[in-house]
């Protein structure tokens, strides 16, 4: 799927949503503006992170109540990206991830100022008073900005995928990994405590997250058929 495919397709989610494109391009343009004064540009990250994922073997983690068991996987991969909330539950069992795809609301300011791996900033319209207020804190950091409108310029990219999770995978088959394992992609039932840093315990997924993490699951599908890449779930 090129990018015009994959943006047809979040017209489609959007309208069942009630998202609103053009406040998805006003947090774009945010986010793209922020990016202009960080000490590393662009096309150096992504040539670092691509050095990173280019022929390898890659554990991307969900936030998931299944998330804990990268603790015994982890050793098995080359390389670790970690869906936004589920970097908490990474170092909870003492997995460091590479890499961490959020669109700021799994995680807290602290986890991402403390990290020093790759930061996947996602714009959409629902966090732009979050990107325009965190992202800069992050000059010095390994820092890529994405959006899920066309909007393509020096300083930001457009990603497919929709939830997290999903665009976790896109990154690694993006950058030509080998095989993709998944863990904390639970798609029914509970959501855990790492979802959201306000959460204690696991609860019951509302509708609405039923209903993303549908679309988590058919896009990683859509991706597994249009990559060819193995694809597996791994626990």
């Known amino acids: 799927m090129d990018s015009l495919a994959w943006a047809s397709l979040h017209d489609v989610i959007r309208r069942e949503f ?15 503006m922020i990016l202009q004064g960080f000490s590393r540009g662009r096309d150096e990250v992504l040539r670092d992170l691509r ?14 109540p299944s998330c804990v068991k990268v ?6 991969y080359d390389v670790v990206i970690a869906a936004d909330g589920a970097l908490r ?16 609301d799994g995680v807290s300011l602290n986890d991402l100022l403390s990290f020093s791996g790759f930061i996947v900033v996602h714009a959409h319209g629902d966090n732009v008073e979050r990107v325009r207020l965190w992202t800069p804190l992050l000059k010095e950091k390994r820092v890529l900005g994405t959006s ?7 300083n930001i990219s457009f990603s497919g995928g929709f939830t997290d999770g999903d665009r976790a995978v896109y990154l690694a088959l993006a950058n030509d990994a080998i095989e ?47 990559w060819g890449c193995k694809i597996t779930h791994v626990a």
């Open 71 to 76: 603790s015994g996987l982890a050793s098995l």
């Open 148 to 154: 899920q409108v066309l909007y393509t310029t020096s």
């Open 51 to 64: 050095k990173l994922v280019k022929d390898s073997r890659v554990l991307v983690v969900g936030a998931g």
């Open 180 to 226: 993709v394992g998944l863990v904390g992609f639970d798609f029914e039932g509970l959501v855990s405590r790492y979802s959201k840093p306000h959460l204690e315990n696991e609860v019951p997924a509302t509708p609405v997250k039923s209903r993303k993490l549908y679309w988590c699951r058919v896009l990683i599908d859509l991706m597994r058929l249009s």
């Open 89 to 104: 539950c990474c170092r909870h069992v003492g997995v460091e991830p590479h890499a961490v795809v959020t669109d700021l």
């Open 18 to 32: 009630g998202f609103s494109h053009d406040e998805d391009f006003a947090a774009a343009e945010t986010l793209n």
